[in-house]
């Protein structure tokens, strides 16, 4: 009789005979050093854990493919986008942003929503969210932001002080904190939710013409939220329920998908366009910009290790192919630098090799060598220096975006005068929510300003009043502040709004 099972090895290979019992001396012991099986588990045990993300700690991940449903081809040359029917493949992972690595799928939270497209031009990475907007618009504010939702140093707890005082200061994230206590701020899974690239990105076809686009994926299993109390409840009974429920409607063959709506306009309507389209505290209103369909995504296998292809899964928004280019949205710009910093943290500086990582459909050829877990070929016996004269690879010279006018003096600039950090959240809350959405908002809003301090929550009730007058009363009546303390502090600009609310 033969035996069919796969034997049990080292790392390099070696038989292993006893997987139960130490190598000791004598049945109590002590262990010998010669036990090199025990060494080797031990120490790989103590290294299994890599750091976790700073932010989007814990998500989900599954593979499908990119489908192009409409002619693009007079804004952008991408080649996965070339033709009507053409397929790419993709791996996407979702998340949610301020949690640890063991925090609730339910928790109210932006919930990030990244694409890798495996192209023919290489990997082409889309990170975005499910919110169009985003809390600040400056990359320097970013972390501090992101420390205001962690946790306080001192006492190692999440603090809603912390956040409310850092968002009362900052007048540009109303829009962003309106959808976030809304019910929104809880989907009810991430198949229920929608992906938008928030930033503004550009677009350029083979003539060199331009555009600035906008990606909304908009599921089509259709919006369904949780409610405060029901993603309360969800938290304590089923904190994976986000990440099984996506993992086991693919298993089950419901495959989850998104159709791609492009937000598009010209330079030329750009310039005249009411908002800043390079600010992402801003959204460009539907009916200015109709959206255009563009293609379909759809996943339809789960990873068979998620540590390797989920864990290990760095998504880039400086990954970009010929047809696509990055605009000057300064958070945009700050993500370039820190989104591959951040994986040569936690992956090391071959990351991209990790197969979940890897260009599928393009070979790597550059003159990046070494470092810690460069497990290919290394670039074998090629140069490692560009120029030379020994037939290495060369820049093709067609791979070059269109050129973008610029202009003004360096230095530490705000946004200009379009900006408006009222008008749109005021929007949203007359006119795109329904009263039980206004009623869901300001109940979560006051459930979690209880117990910050009262120059805090009159600050931002007044930011609420700006937005309408409508909001802010109803928050400041939900936390017993005096309403006409609230109106005269809306009057007053940002800077006396500080100066009259100090914390004592």
């Known amino acids: ?136 618009r400056d990359p320097l504010k970013f972390p501090d932001f992101i420390h205001t939702q962690k946790r306080d140093p001192a006492t190692n707890l999440k603090s809603a002080t912390m956040a409310w005082d850092f968002w009362s200061l900052t007048p540009e994230s109303i829009h962003q904190v309106t959808i976030l206590f809304s019910d929104r701020g809880t989907p009810a899974t991430y198949r229920n939710m929608n992906g938008y690239s928030s930033h503004t990105y550009k677009w350029y076809n083979a003539k060199d013409d331009y555009f600035w686009v906008q990606y909304h994926f908009k599921t089509d299993q259709g919006i369904k939220n949780l409610t405060g109390p029901e993603a309360a409840k969800m938290c304590g009974t089923n904190p994976d329920h986000a990440t099984s429920d996506l993992h086991d409607a693919i298993k089950k063959d419901d495959y989850p998908s998104w159709t ?94 990790i197969p979940v990582n890897q260009a599928k459909h393009a070979p790597e050829n550059s003159y990046q060598r070494d470092g810690a877990m460069r497990v290919d070929a290394n670039g074998g016996n090629g140069p490692n220096y560009w120029p030379n004269s020994v037939g290495g690879p060369q820049p093709d010279g067609v791979s070059v975006e269109p050129e973008i006018p610029l202009k003004g003096k360096g230095g530490p600039h705000p946004y200009g005068h379009k900006n408006d950090d009222f008008v749109q959240p005021g929007n949203l809350y007359r006119h795109v929510m329904t009263e039980q959405d206004r009623t869901n908002l300001i109940s979560n809003i006051v459930g979690h300003m209880h117990g910050v301090p009262e120059p805090i929550q009159l600050r931002q009730c007044a930011l609420f009043h700006l937005a309408d007058q409508d909001y802010g009363t109803r928050v400041a009546q939900g936390l017993g502040l005096d309403i006409r303390k609230v109106a005269k502090l809306a009057a007053m600009t940002q800077e006396e709004r500080v100066a009259a609310t100090p914390l004592k």
Request: charged share 20%.
């Open 260 to 353: 791609l709506e492009m937000q598009i306009l010209s330079p030329e309507q750009a310039q005249s366009f009411g908002w800043d389209i390079f600010d992402i505290t801003k959204v460009w209103p539907h009916s200015e910009v109709p959206p255009i369909t563009v293609g379909k995504l759809v996943l339809n296998r789960n990873p068979d290790n998620y540590f390797a292809e989920v864990e290990q899964a760095a998504f880039n928004p400086s990954n970009l192919v010929p047809g696509i280019g990055v605009s000057p949205d300064k958070m945009l710009q700050g993500r370039l630098f820190s989104y591959h910093d951040t994986h040569l943290h936690r992956l090391g500086p071959n990351y991209h090799l």
């Open 1 to 136: 009789m033969t035996n069919d099972k796969k034997k049990l090895t080292t790392a390099f290979g070696c038989p292993v005979g006893n997987d139960l019992d130490s190598i000791t001396a004598g049945p109590r012991g002590p262990a010998l050093m010669q036990d090199v099986h025990l060494l080797e588990k031990l120490s790989h045990f103590d290294r299994e854990r890599i750091p976790e993300r700073v932010v989007h700690a814990k998500g989900a991940g599954a593979y499908g493919y990119f489908q192009v449903t409409a002619d693009v081809t007079m804004y952008t040359k991408a080649a996965f986008l070339s033709s009507i029917g053409k397929k790419t493949d993709v791996f996407a992972r979702f998340s949610t942003v301020g949690g640890e690595k063991g925090s609730a799928d339910a928790e109210r939270d932006p919930r990030g929503f990244a694409l890798k497209f495996y192209t023919e031009e290489g990997n082409y990475d889309m990170t975005g969210n499910n919110t169009p907007v985003f809390f600040i």
